[in-house]
């Protein structure tokens, strides 16, 4: 039997007719990681014209009084712990040719846009982890993390008189847990008496909802748990980290319009570039000033494990 004599390959016609590829005509949805530290920091207000550091003041507590002798009253000198941030800047742009506007698919400009955003907003919420978190004291739970690990911090934190987080105390609990993935998925998988039978099978689902609202039923020792796999960048080869937070254990201060949950983009179309002849080429940015910083060590705890 005679081969087809027009059939769709390189020779012949078939390579001319075909199209290439059949784009279509939407974005797929990203990959994107949770942003659920950044929301556990205490915000400072700093206004504008007021400079670029942050101070935080933390009165020192006094010790037990003594008995007095003769009715002479104990002379206490009260002190005062302070911390310091300055502000980072960060920013970025991406630029674009009315060309890309006029040809590319639908929505190729307000996908720009949204990531744009993102990438600001992950950047604040890597820095939490960097600059705030990092320097806590830290638990070794060992070759995986456990639920009796997460025990020892939470009784840790107790012993030193940790605040109570007010998204935690809100909901009837203590302190707020940011595990990576592999740490809170070690906890169900432990040994008798295991997780499960401790808990509901809601536990599993609130690891991956927003603070507000978040059911008791997911609280263990007086701790929410929530995963974040951007903790996960700030891990050693060989190990991951979470951290247990009580109230005021870290701060962050942004100046500027915008903040990390909601960033400011700013679009520049072509038509407003009038420094380019042709206005042929536009921009999308995203600029911000922030930084974070450790507040009081007594109210954090970091748990390591390793990565198995």
């Not at 002798?69 to 630029?95: F, I, R, W």
């Not at 039978?197 to 927003?210: C, D, I, R, S």
Request: aromatic residues 10%.
């Amino acid at each position: 039997m005679a081969a087809p004599a027009h059939y769709t390959a390189a020779t012949n016609f078939g390579a001319n007719v075909l199209t290439t590829v059949y784009l279509q005509t939407m974005f797929e949805e990203a990959n994107k990681r949770d942003f659920v530290v950044y929301p556990l920091g205490k915000v400072a207000a700093l206004p504008e014209k007021m400079g670029k550091t942050v101070r935080w003041n933390r009165m020192a507590m006094p010790a037990v009084l003594s008995a007095l002798t003769e009715d002479d009253p104990t002379t206490v000198t009260l002190t005062t712990t302070t911390v310091t941030s300055t502000l980072l800047d960060y920013g970025a742009s991406y630029p674009y040719s009315r060309f890309l506007e006029m040809t590319a698919i639908q929505d190729t400009i307000p996908e720009i846009v949204s990531t744009a955003g993102y990438q600001f907003g992950l950047t604040c919420e890597t820095v939490c982890y960097s600059s705030a978190l990092t320097d806590a004291t830290q638990i070794d739970a060992g070759v995986a993390m456990t639920a009796d690990t997460l025990r020892t911090a939470v009784s840790t934190l107790d012993g030193l008189d940790a605040i109570k987080h007010p998204q935690a105390k809100a909901l009837g609990g203590r302190y707020c847990a940011v595990f990576s993935p592999e740490q809170a998925y070690d906890m169900m998988g432990e040994g008798a008496p295991t997780w499960w039978q401790a808990k509901n099978n809601q536990v599993e689902a609130t690891f991956q909802t927003p603070w507000d609202g978040t059911p008791a039923a997911s609280m263990l020792y007086g701790t929410f748990i929530k995963t974040s796999t951007v903790v996960t960048t700030q891990s050693a080869s060989s190990e991951e980290f979470g951290y247990v937070i009580g109230g005021a254990a870290f701060g962050t201060v942004s100046l500027g319009q915008g903040n990390p949950l909601s960033p400011r983009v700013v679009i520049t179309t072509p038509e407003q570039r009038v420094d380019r002849a042709a206005r042929d080429q536009g921009s999308i940015g995203t600029w911000g000033l922030f930084s974070a910083e450790m507040l009081n060590g007594n109210n954090l705890r970091e748990i390591k494990s390793d990565i198995t």
